[in-house]
Every structure is written in C-alpha cells, then in structure tokens.
T-cell receptor, first 112, second 116 residues
Framework: KQEVTQIPAALSVPEGENLVLNCSFT??????LQWFRQDPGKGLTSLLL?????REQTSGRLNASLDKSSGRSTLYIAASQPGDSATYLC???????????FGAGTRLFVKA | GAVVSQHPSWVICKSGTSVKIECRSL??????MFWYRQFPKQSLMLMAT?????????EQGVEKDKFLINHASLTLSTLTVTSAHPEDSSFYIC????????????FGPGTRLTVT
C-alpha cells in the first residue's frame, strides 16, 4: 500500500530564505509525482509535475526533484516571499490501482 | 492548461436533505474523474474513481449508497450526498484526467459543504 509522507508538517521562515520541502513515498511504482499549493479554504493549484522518467522540473523560483529509487521528492523554493505562504501537498500517482495518494502537506509561513 | 470547474463552490443544507455537486472538464474530455474529501487541516482522501459510462469504484470505507457518483459524459461527473448529516460537512474536490501519457490530473476549485 502506497503511503506518502511530508516533512516538516509546518515551517516558518523569514522572507528571502531558500527552503526545501520533503516528500517520501513507500512504493516506487509511480507514474508521476505532483506538487500542489493550497491556500486556506481554496482548491489545489498544480505547481510541478515530474514524470517517473524525469529527475527534476523547474518553474520560476520552484524546483522539484524526484529520486524513485529512494522514494523521495523535494520541492525547493528560492528567495521565499510572504505570498508563498500556503500548504504544499505532494501526490504520487501510483501504478497499482491507478490512484493518486496525497501527503498530509507542509504548512509554510513566510514572515515579512 | 486544462480547466476543471465545480458547482456550487459552497453550499449549506439541512440535515436529511441531498446535495448534488457537479464537476466539469471545460476544454478536454475526461475519461476518468476522481472525487476527494478534505477535512480541516487534513490531506485529501480519495473517495471514488469514475470512468465515463461505467459505475464508480469506491474506496474502502466510503458508502456508495450515500455518495452517489454519476459520470454520464466525458465532461461531467456529479457527486450526490444523500441524506446529509453534519459529519458530511467537508471540502469536496474533484479532478479529471484526460487521455495522454502524462496521467496529469486537473483539479477543480472545490465545494465546501456545510450540513446544519
């Protein structure tokens, strides 16, 4: 059974810091791994999608990496801004049952 | 990018009534749609997977008679919460996946259901 874990559960940093959010999954049989952002009371915004054959994806200040063999993905946020404050979710699309399994999220707060 | 809409965005209903939530893929054909539920400060839990024209597959612990899912066309899936109770109050999010190799899912904005 696929399980997705995110560490840390919550993070508070001053503006301008570079930070790393971690995601681990127990079963490496995945099609892809996706990172999302969720603002309070809102739906999901897709940030980056990494195919199982890829190692990383970049979009602006965001960089996501994927290491299937170790069951890990990281989301790197450069030069954090208060507007980055949100919950970040990672989700692994598992080949077994074709299901997407979500982590519990990391709540990020960037202080001005 | 592909757009998925949900209607309504929020709804308040009385205990014992039924509520229908619509999920539409606006610019692509969704062969598969997924319904998730999210309780406050928790992650998304998959409720069911529906393929167009066939019965939905429910996750363990999800009552199929309570959460009726219909995927009648390639652009529309509906979730009906029947005989709603306060414990059904939650954030319901749908996602849709079209054809293609990326298997990327596109998520709707969510529907907040409050049962009084």
């Amino acid at each position: 059974k696929q399980e997705v874990t995110q560490i840390p559960a919550a993070l508070s940093v001053p503006e301008g810091e570079n930070l790393v959010l971690n995601c681990s999954f127990t079963d490496s049989a995945i099609y892809n791994l996706q990172w999302f952002r969720q603002d309070p009371g809102k739906g999901l915004t897709s940030l980056l999608l990494i195919q199982s054959s890829q190692r990383e994806q970049t979009s602006g200040r965001l960089n996501a990496s994927l290491d299937k063999s170790s069951g890990r993905s990281t989301l790197y946020i450069a030069a954090s801004q208060p507007g980055d404050s949100a919950t970040y979710l990672c989700a692994a699309y598992h080949t077994g049952g074709f299901k997407t399994i979500f982590g519990a999220g990391t709540r990020l707060f960037v202080k001005a | 990018g592909a757009v998925v809409s949900q209607h309504p965005s929020w709804v308040i209903c009385k205990s014992g009534t039924s509520v229908k939530i619509e999920c539409r893929s606006l610019d692509f054909q969704a062969t598969t749609m997924f319904w998730y539920r999210q309780f406050p400060k928790q992650s998304l839990m998959l409720m069911a997977t529906s393929n167009e024209g066939s019965k939905a597959t429910y996750e363990q612990g999800v009552e199929k008679d309570k959460f009726l899912i219909n995927h009648a066309s390639l652009t529309l899936s509906t979730l009906t919460v029947t005989s709603a109770h306060p414990e059904d109050s939650s954030f319901y999010i749908c996602s849709a996946r079209g054809e293609g190799q990326s298997y990327e899912q596109y998520f709707g904005p969510g529907t907040r259901l409050t049962v009084t």
